[in-house]
């Protein structure tokens, strides 16, 4: 199944290692992150599971869930995270799907055949609060994923949402924004009575919006 940005995701149920799930309600009112992995005591998702869990307490500034998924029975699981603690020195701290009968795999396309039939590549789902995807991102068995860069797209994403800007090229948190072309300048003014510097009729350049200010 082919997912495009703006789709509302598929809801499945399933066992985690924090007991059995419905997707959307267990994302609730939040973000969500899900990301699969080829499958267990493999080292590249080691290292991932370890670095995301470092990094929750980012997510959870951000109003941000995640959840990861790896085609393997859930009695596995606790062996590996007892791997990933000695390996990186960090508890998962976030629930770990057991899809072995591959149904969220297939729901979500996560089983590319030219790279492998039997397990997952490294895909990233991000889901806003009304269940719909705001990014997907695809990478090898090979490559670890930077999570660095997924809270900056987030950053970007909860930006936009809230107060109509986008982000230009190598953005970081704190950095001037954009004024989205479809806002014109009379309700740009109302947005952001400080004013911004138009480059072009279409790039107008604004300090970023800090978090707790209203639009």
Known sequence: ????????????????TEGKISFHEWLGNDWGVLFSHPKNFTPVCTTELGAVAKLKPGFERRGVKVIGLSVDQLSNHGQWIDDIR??????????????????VANLYGMIHPNASDTTTVRSVFVIGPDKKLKLTLTYPASTGRNFDEILRVIDSLQLTSKFSVATPVDWKQGEDVIIVPSVSDEAAKEKFPGGWKTLKPYLRVVPQPKVGESV
Request: no cysteine.
């Open 86 to 103: 000695d390996a990186t020195g960090a508890t998962l701290n976030f629930p770990l799907i057991a899809d072995h009968d591959k149904n």
């Open 1 to 16: 199944m082919a997912l495009n940005l703006g789709d509302v995701v598929p809801d499945f149920t399933a066992d985690t």
